[in-house]
């Protein structure tokens, strides 16, 4: 059985900085791997600075590696057509403020050469999707910022992409617009489309995302499954059903030999992202 290629994999990345202090380059990704499987939601967090849209930019290829190589569903992201499948929005968005929504994505899917009866079926599926059918015919210009993060989202899918990069999705949006795009996340997900979100908002990753990494002054410091590393290690909880003080008292054992109750769940009981973020950076604090 063939493997399956990863929809991101990024090796041992390093991406150095020319600087005018003393000619010291300044190194804002140091050895980072990231590897994303196809229909994964994964999560990179970090403090301003950590290096987190340097990894995302050189993934991009808008920045080429110091050290390391970067590649989307198998192909160098150097490569001009290793983008063709990949729709990107960043954290601040430029739109002309002229156009209406629908104009707007009727523009951008003219730029992917999208024309005629596809390009009109795939604004109006976009339009939908994103929750903005009432609001095609309003200009860029009049929506809030909730409006222009899902707008920009509609115009990252118009090429119908394998692989979207989000790009602090909610910066500045309320909690409602928030909602709407953790929401626009999961139908993503259910769509099959992998999705490398970058984010300061860790209750949003903790609920969107199935594997995390967390990066800080350029490495990453924990990786891995969501569930994983969440879980409190060195501690096991039990979750009973119907069960009386004394049969709590006596644990599994008692379970075992007692008829009508249900064990409803064992195995680590869960931290928070946001403290296990809190936790790994300090620890590294520690080292400096």
Known sequence: MTETVPAVEICHLVKDFKTSFKRLPLRAVDDVSIRIMPGEVYGLI??????KSTTMKALLGLVAPTAGQCSIFGKDSL???????????????????HLSGEE?????????????????SRVEEL???????????????GYSKGMLQRIGLAQALIQEPRLVILDEPTAGVDPLGSRQIRDLIFKLKERGI??????????????VCDHVGIIF???MVKE?????????????????????????????????????????RKG????TLERLFLRETSKEEKTH
């Open 79 to 97: 490569q001009v057509d290793s983008r063709d499948e990949v729709g990107f929005l960043p954290e601040n968005p430029y739109f002309y403020k």
């Open 217 to 219: 002054r350029g490495k």
């Open 224 to 264: 891995g499954k969501l569930d994983d590393l969440i879980a409190i290690e060195d501690q096991t909880e039990l979750v009973l059903k119907d069960a009386s003080p004394e049969l709590i008292a006596e644990i599994e054992a008692l379970i075992k030999r007692t008829g009508g109750v249900e064990l409803v």
């Open 194 to 207: 992998t999705v490398f979100l970058c984010s300061h908002l860790l209750e949003q990753v903790q609920e």
């Open 268 to 271: 680590k009981p869960r931290t």
């Open 127 to 141: 339009l939908e999707l994103v929750d903005l059918t009432d609001a095609r015919n309003r200009r860029i210009g």
């Open 46 to 51: 970090g403090p301003n600075g950590s290096g």
């Open 104 to 120: 707007t994505l009727g523009f951008y899917g003219k730029l992917c050469g999208i024309r005629g009866a596809k390009l009109k």
